[in-house]
Nanobody, 122 residues
Framework: QVHLVESGGGLVQAGGSLRLSCAAS????????MGWYRQAPGKQRELVAT???????NYADSVKGRFTISRDNAKNTMYLQMNSLKPEDTAVYYC????????????????WGEGTQVTVSS
C-alpha cells in the first residue's frame, strides 16, 4: 500500500507565500509523474502543476510565474512553492503520483493524498 501525505497548508494574506509538501511512503519501486491539483468550494478539481521523474514541469496558466513545483526523488517527496498568493488560490490542494510498485509492466498505480487546505485572505 502506498500513502501520499500533504502538509504545509494554512491561512495566509494575499501576496504571501506557502510551501506545500507531499511525501509518499510504502512499498515503492519508483515514482513517475507527480502533480498538484486543487478544488475550491463548488468547483471541480483542477490541475495546478505536474512534474515528471526527470524534472520536466507543466503549470496551469493561472499559476504560471507564481508557483514552482519540484521534487526530491531520493525522499519520494514533491513540493509546491506558492508565491504572490491570491484569494482565488483558496482551495484544498491534493497531490497525485503515478507509482511503479514493482518495476514490471503493468505495475503502475495512481494514488491521491487526502488534501491540505490553503486559504488566502484579501
Amino acid at each position: 500500500q502506498v500513502h501520499l501525505v500533504e502538509s504545509g497548508g494554512g491561512l495566509v494574506q494575499a501576496g504571501g507565500s506557502l510551501r506545500l509538501s507531499c511525501a509518499a511512503s510504502g512499498i515503492i519501486f519508483s515514482i513517475n509523474a507527480m502533480g498538484w491539483y486543487r478544488q475550491a468550494p463548488g468547483k471541480q478539481r483542477e490541475l495546478v502543476a505536474t512534474i515528471t521523474k526527470t524534472g520536466s514541469t507543466n503549470y496551469a496558466d493561472s499559476v504560471k510565474g507564481r508557483f514552482t513545483i519540484s521534487r526530491d526523488n531520493a525522499k519520494n517527496t514533491m513540493y509546491l512553492q506558492m508565491n504572490s498568493l491570491k484569494p482565488e488560490d483558496t482551495a484544498v490542494y491534493y497531490c497525485n503520483a503515478d507509482v511503479d510498485l514493482k518495476g514490471l509492466l503493468g505495475s503502475i498505480r495512481t494514488y491521491w493524498g487526502e488534501g491540505t487546505q490553503v486559504t488566502v485572505s484579501s
